[in-house]
């Protein structure tokens, strides 16, 4: 697939993208460019080819290991303020921005 001059104006108008005259050419290569990949990549046979993320062949895979929704303090209070640049017992000290 190939994009004539017309059609990257027209992708161009719809991205809200001002063109100079001098730019379609150049756009018009790298988007050539990036469909060749494309038209590349789909040349390539996955057939046998388990997908590695999203998209289980088994509905079950694709379903996600629930917890208990518990609110917590997290319990530790000194790995979360190791490294405050200013604290004030467990509470991070920040400077006043409202006068």
């Not at 997908?51 to 319990?75: H, I, K, N, Q, S």
Request: net charge negative.
């Amino acid at each position: 697939m190939s994009l004539d001059t017309a059609t990257v104006r027209r992708v161009a108008s719809l991205a809200r993208i001002h063109l100079e005259d001098e730019e379609v050419t150049r756009l018009q290569a790298e988007l050539n460019g990036i469909l060749a990949w494309v038209e590349q990549l789909q040349a390539v046979d996955t057939a046998g080819i388990e997908p590695m993320a999203g998209g289980a062949a088994m509905p079950e895979l694709a379903v996600l290991r629930m917890r208990d929704d518990v609110v917590t303090d997290g319990g530790m209070p000194e790995k979360v303020l190791a490294n405050a640049p200013d604290r004030q017992g467990d509470f991070f000290t920040v400077p006043k921005v409202v006068e």
